[in-house]
Nanobody, 117 residues
Framework: QVRLVESGGGLVQAGGSLRLLCTASGSPYDIYAMGWHRQAPGKQRELVAEIADGSQPNYLDSVWGRFIISRDWADNSAYLEMNNLKPDDTGVYYC???????????WGQGTQVTVSS
């Protein structure tokens, strides 16, 4: 199992920005994909952004142009820059990682993002 530690959530006004950080244990060469899902109250969990080896980043349509995902190989981490935040972006954001040595994704503990109108 890959251990993931998340940070960076919080409360922000609409139009503001936040940056999420997710750091994975083990070797960065073992991780082939990282990203975030989010879950809002009463809604299904949805993929927000992911970045995978050899592929362009993938984003939820509603965050396209506002969110940017990136990886830092030196720290075995991923970042999610969230700009022009909207109240609909509110939810718990869960980092995930795909590992070559582990079958199935590993998940972080989740971090709350709250955007006030």
């Amino acid at each position: 199992q890959v251990r993931l530690v998340e940070s960076g959530g919080g409360l922000v006004q609409a139009g503001g920005s936040l940056r999420l950080l997710c750091t994975a244990s083990g070797s960065p060469y073992d991780i082939y994909a990282m990203g975030w899902h989010r879950q809002a109250p009463g809604k299904q969990r949805e993929l927000v952004a992911e970045i995978a080896d050899g592929s362009q980043p993938n984003y939820l349509d509603s965050v396209w142009g506002r969110f940017i995902i990136s990886r830092d190989w030196a720290d075995n981490s991923a970042y999610l820059e969230m700009n022009n935040l909207k109240p609909d972006d509110t939810g718990v954001y869960y980092c995930f990682a795909g590992s070559r040595s582990v079958g199935g994704p590993s998940w972080g503990q989740g971090t709350q993002v709250t955007v006030s109108s």
